[in-house]
């Protein structure tokens, strides 16, 4: 990974954003909302924690058969991802609350999902939000050379096959972050002196990152172990198919937002100086998909309007159905692409469409 130098155009000769942040505006003010969370966003996180949860504790104190607990840890899983997508997300924006502690404490949740807060925000926030969909700087973009998401990487011969082994990856998106992604990337992102807001002292960091692991380890592999008279391996096999779930989940919602066809990754010019302005380039780089599905909706935490979450990143999700009105005309009114899919299948069609494209050797493209 480069060290983020790129600069966006100034040029936004029609004014864009200007005018859309203006609407936008008006919107809440004349509706008197506040642009955070609200008592749905409230009522969701009972929800998403007691899916998360409650099987944790009804594992730990009923006596079950293994195959309930089976069904249990498969709920856990999606009730992970649904945290995820709908609590620390917001919080970690700082979109949840207009209270600066419980946007942090919701930000939080992200320690019992095997991550870390600066990490995540510096990948998330700073590096994805910022740099989105551009090679070498969107970390979103990395997997590591086991696929390849874009023109730009390096072909291998083992590409070819992307389409069919990809999915079976995605599920490890969350068990990684337990076991190696948060110290690599602390290693990194501190040796870069990245941060979103004020850089943490090294010595707080990896205090920080050993101990949430220790914890993290307790909770969910050595307390069940030390309850349960089941053997060692079957709750190990319990936690991974909790994490691969859950992974499985957010890596394939988040996929469908910029690793489809319809998603450009432009890449800068020799000076550094991309094409468009930020907020046109978020246009260009990102993708709606199944919006009119009030489940989707309610479930992915908006993350199906991502062409909304990246342009107002600090608004709610909740508010998303109601401002992709005014965004999707406004960016009409300036001729500027409203990326979208009507239905969650076809976003996994056209991400799978993109893998395979990718998958070819590049001599061979006419």
Known sequence: MTTPNVKFSRADSAKFFRTLNKRVNQYFKENNIKRTGNWRLHFKTIVMFSLFLTPYFLILTLDISQWWMLLLTLIMGVGMAGVGMNVMHDGNHGSY????????????SLYILAGNVYNWQVQHNVLHHTYTNIHGHDEDMDAGRIIRFTKHAEWKRFHKFQHY??????GLLTFNWAITTDFKQTRNYLKRKLSYGKLPSPLKQWSTVVITKAIYVMIWIVIPMLILSIAWWKILLGFFIMHYVAGLILSVVFQLAHMVEDAQMPLPDTTGTMKNSWA????????????????????????????EHHIFPNIS?????????????????FNLPYNEYKTTRKAIIAHFKHLKEMGIKPAMHS
């Open 97 to 108: 609350s207009s209270k600066k502690w419980i946007n942090n404490l919701m930000g939080s």
């Open 165 to 170: 082994y990809s999915v079976f990856l995605y």
């Open 280 to 307: 046109i380039h978020q246009l260009f780089t990102t993708v709606n998909f199944s919006t009119k599905n009030k489940l989707v909706n309610w479930f992915t935490g908006g993350l199906n309007h991502q062409v």
């Open 317 to 333: 999700h909740v508010h998303y159905t109601k401002i992709s009105k005014i965004v999707k005309q406004t960016a009409q009114e």
